[in-house]
């Protein structure tokens, strides 16, 4: 972190920031509030269960800053100078950013509350909040935040694989996926069976995948348009 709120939380509960790129770690917490002294107090509560937190004072130094990559549940308040909460969500959502976001406001209402819920939101807490009940959520979503990134990084992969198959290639998978036999993709495609079969043969080695099965079960899981 660079900025001299991360610094003092990472210090504070005797982190030191280039820790979280020697070796793997487990899901970090990021608070977003224009609030120090929130963000201090809510650093020392995740610090006293042994989770570490990074600060920031305000949305635009979040994204400026934070690792899309590591695994994290991020603390967003709602009202802050320049972006709001709500547009830092949207933000994340266009990002496909996978990280669990939790509200905490001293200006909620039930539109609010609503709004960010729908839009993914896993909770909405009141300002001030009580300590045991926000490491409750906070604990709950880190362990949901480790499934999300394997996910999310999984799907990344299977995305990656297909872009390296070709607009045909493309077209026969997406008829395999349909569960059509090569018989009734060649007619469709106006081709024969035996082209048909070598693109089949193609995509399972363009993709790395054991079987166009193992693909298709992929693809369908992670729920990804060819």
Same mark, same amino acid.
């Given at each position: 972190m =660079? =900025? %001299? #709120? #991360? @610094? #003092? %939380? &990472? @210090? #504070? &509960?005797g982190w030191h920031a280039c820790d979280r790129y020697d070796h793997p770690m487990p899901p970090v917490v990021h608070i977003v509030d224009d609030d120090e002294d929130l963000r201090q107090s809510l650093v020392f509560l995740l610090g006293s269960v042994g989770i570490e937190a990074y600060t920031y004072p305000d949305a635009t130094v979040f994204l400026t800053e934070f690792d899309p990559d590591e695994p994290a549940v991020v603390i967003v308040d709602v009202r802050m100078p320049g972006l709001s909460g709500f547009e830092l969500q949207e933000r994340l959502l266009a990002r496909d950013y996978p990280a669990p976001v939790i509200f905490c406001s001293a200006h909620g209402d039930i539109p609010m509350s609503v709004r960010a819920l729908t839009q993914g939101a896993v909770n909405f807490l009141e300002k001030p909040y009580e300590p045991q009940r926000m490491l409750e959520i906070v604990q709950e979503q880190l362990r949901e935040a480790g499934q999300r990134f394997a996910d999310h990084q999984h799907r990344q992969d299977v995305r990656r694989r297909l872009d390296t198959l070709t607009q045909r290639e493309r077209e026969v998978l997406r008829l395999v996926i349909d569960g059509l036999p090569s018989q009734v993709i060649a007619r469709q495609l106006g081709t024969s069976v035996k082209t048909i079969d070598v693109h089949r043969a193609r995509i399972k080695a363009k993709t790395g995948a054991e079987s166009l099965g193992a693909l298709v079960r992929d693809v369908l899981l992670r729920q990804i348009t060819v």
């Open positions: =660079t =900025t %001299a #709120a #991360a @610094s #003092a %939380a &990472v @210090s #504070a &509960v």
